[in-house]
């Protein structure tokens, strides 16, 4: 079964620091790999996606995620964050092995900026 | 492009009562998923459409839930019969797919008081 992991709930780091969100999933083929973002009370605004190809892919608001498919991990980085990046970020798999694809979230990790 | 829209933002309602809440996808998007979004986790998959066809549910969706998407259009989620533990942010997507992947887009959702 697919599932994906985010092993930090809570992370907090300084304005203009460098931030790296960890994801690890687990799926039986190659993967659709997606990072988003929500802020209290809101949807999810879609950061990047991963489906094929170049392994490091960009992103909106300067994330970039790198897919590396033998940690089967697909971690979050931005070199200087924002007072504006404080917000749930989730990553989440989908693909096509049962047909559908719905896509399979983490727990989420909450980003705190310090001033 | 207006983006995924959803009504009501928030509803609030007595244990026992039926509620319908309605999602209107991006304009030609074919594919509408719905989520749910409990305190503190990830959306987990309920059930999605392929223009007018409900092609999966998940086990989360019980017999009180119903979902219709009568013209391939705007979707709507019914809940009838509520309890406590449907309380949760009901999230919508839609997507454009012919062939391998497809990019979710998702709307503000609805958020469902249960008292």
């Known amino acids: 079964a697919q599932s994906v992991t985010q092993p930090d709930i809570h992370i907090t780091v300084s304005e203009g620091a460098s931030l790296e969100l960890r994801c690890n999933y687990s799926y039986g083929a190659t993967p659709y790999l997606f990072w988003y973002v929500q802020s209290p009370g809101q949807g999810l605004q879609l950061l990047l996606k991963y489906f094929s190809g170049d392994t490091l892919v960009q992103g909106i608001k300067g994330f970039e995620a790198e897919f590396k498919r033998s940690q089967s991990s697909f971690n979050l980085r931005k070199p200087s964050v924002h007072w504006s990046d404080a917000a749930e970020y989730f990553c989440a798999v989908g693909g096509s092995l049962q047909g559908a694809q719905k896509l399979v979230f983490g727990q989420g990790t909450r980003l705190t900026i310090n001033p | 492009d207006t983006g995924v829209s959803q009504n009501p933002r928030h509803k609030i309602t007595k244990r026992g009562q039926n509620v319908t809440f309605r999602c209107d996808p991006i304009?030609?998007?074919?594919?509408l998923y719905w989520y749910r979004q409990t305190l503190g986790q990830g959306p987990e998959f309920l059930t999605y459409?392929?223009?007018?066809?409900?092609?999966?549910k998940s086990r989360l969706l019980s017999d009180r839930f119903s979902a219709e998407r009568p013209k391939g259009s705007f979707s709507t989620l019914e809940i009838q019969r509520t309890e406590q533990g449907d309380s949760a942010m009901y999230l919508c997507?839609?997507?454009?797919?012919?062939?391998?992947?497809?990019?979710?887009?998702f709307g503000p959702g609805t958020r469902l008081t249960v008292l």
């Open positions: 997507a839609s997507s454009f797919i012919v062939t391998g992947a497809d990019t979710q887009y």
């Open positions: 304009s030609e998007h074919n594919r």
């Open positions: 459409f392929q223009n007018e066809a409900q092609l999966e």
